[in-house]
């Protein structure tokens, strides 16, 4: 069974920047560089939104409100995935997770998804 494990949250003001890493263990390395990553977020009384994903060989897609300000990024060699957030806005507050999956065609919907991290806070203030 594979684990994911998000680190780096935490409280920055509006127009700081943040680093979140994701962790992937219980798997091999092929499994891991095969896969499918992504990051989703939701906020208090809110909807799980897409933010954004990376696949194997690198390409990547972001939803429109991140577009710019946020890189996802991924090294296989260490089964870890990033998602660099600068110029963060308070809209951006919001628990954010990690996911993963083996045979995403669908990149923005979560039942794509198979694995799922716990989460890390991100709140930006004014």
């Known amino acids: 069974q594979v684990q994911l494990v998000e680190s780096g949250g935490g409280l920055v003001q509006a127009g700081g920047s943040l680093r979140l890493s994701c962790a992937a263990s219980?798997?091999?390395?092929?499994?891991?560089?095969?896969?499918?990553m992504a990051w989703f977020r939701q906020a208090p009384g809110k909807e799980r939104e897409f933010v954004a994903a990376i696949i194997r060989m690198g390409g990547t897609y972001y939803t429109d409100s991140v577009k710019g300000r946020f890189t996802i990024s991924r090294d296989n060699a260490k089964n870890t995935v990033w998602l660099q957030m600068n110029s963060l806005r308070p809209e951006d507050t919001a628990v954010y997770c990690c996911?993963?999956?083996?045979?995403?065609?669908?990149?923005?919907?979560?039942?794509?998804?198979?694995?799922w991290g716990q989460g890390t806070q991100v709140t930006v203030s004014s």
């Open positions: 219980g798997r091999t390395f092929s499994s891991y560089a095969g896969s499918t």
């Open positions: 996911a993963a999956g083996n045979t995403v065609l669908m990149l923005t919907e979560q039942r794509e998804y198979n694995y």
